[in-house]
């Protein structure tokens, strides 16, 4: 293994937590390939079967994604879907970190989980294949609602 910044297209993300320590870990892991956001949007994905349901992530949930393109600095990157909401300036992991915490606390996680233990909110971030989101080869990293477990 290299100590450098990587390089690789392929990276896949998975964490389910509690804590803004957390939060800012899994974020400081997807911005390593990225120096900035450029653009956010919020997602939906399509209802279907997932694997969510063992995360912990609530049926139908909304996510809040960041992405690369909006970068004024690329004529490829300059015009956005209606869809997506430009920042006013790059976006680094500690904005990011501020904002996502912020975004979660409006958002509606469900029904608490029944199982022998307790709950609390928590967040899942993720990315998806080619460290992609929602087949968005521009948008690299989702956060969004998801119960934290605990057992007894």
Not at 63 to 72: E, T
Not at 85 to 101: C, K
Not at 107 to 119: C, I, L, T, V
């Amino acid at each position: 293994m290299e100590h450098g910044a990587p390089c690789m297209d392929n990276n896949r993300l998975v964490v389910v937590s509690e804590t803004r320590t957390d939060l800012e870990l899994a974020l400081k892991l997807a911005f390593r390939h990225v120096s900035a956001a450029w653009s956010w949007w919020e997602w939906t994905p399509p209802q279907e079967p997932t694997c969510g349901a063992f995360l912990g992530v609530p049926d139908r949930a909304k996510f809040l994604v960041f992405s690369i393109a909006g970068n004024s600095k690329f004529d490829s990157f300059s015009t956005l879907p209606a869809s997506r909401n430009r920042f006013p300036m790059a976006i680094d992991v500690n904005l990011a970190v501020e904002f996502a915490e912020k975004w979660l606390e409006q958002q509606d996680f469900g029904e608490e989980p029944d199982h022998d233990g307790s709950n609390g909110k928590g967040f899942v971030v993720f990315n998806q294949p080619w460290g992609h989101v929602a087949g968005d080869q521009y948008s690299f990293v989702a956060i969004g609602p998801a119960w934290a477990m605990r057992g007894k």
